[in-house]
């Protein structure tokens, strides 16, 4: 019973902080749309795509389950952008 408990404990620590880092790049991604640190973002955020599902994978021991469960973390942070919206500024150097 402990065992199920940490799995599934981990499977949600895992899922937010899947939701908040790829928040995070989107809107840094979005930022710098027409700039070439647009490919550095977007590819992280693949990057951390394909790591959240092999950690899915690993802890639920079902590919099925685990494409499930990345699917609505991905709907959730969809409606994230969309209801919450997008960090808005401009660029600022440190000089």
């Not at 408990?5 to 895992?14: A, P, R, T, V």
């Not at 937010?16 to 930022?31: D, E, K």
């Not at 469960?69 to 209801?83: D, K, P, R, S």
Request: proline share 1%; glycine share 6%; charged share 15%.
């Amino acid at each position: 019973m402990k065992g199920k408990l940490s799995k599934y404990l981990d499977i949600i620590i895992e899922s937010i902080n899947y939701l908040v880092i790829t928040y995070a790049l989107s809107n840094m991604a979005m930022m710098f749309q027409r700039n070439l640190f647009y490919i550095l973002f977007f590819t992280s955020e693949l990057w951390v795509t394909a790591t959240f599902w092999k950690k899915l994978d690993y802890l639920t021991g079902n590919k099925v389950l685990s494409i499930i469960l990345l699917a609505v973390c991905f709907g959730i942070q969809i409606a994230l952008l969309y209801f919450v919206g997008r960090v808005v500024g401009e660029i600022v150097p440190f000089r």
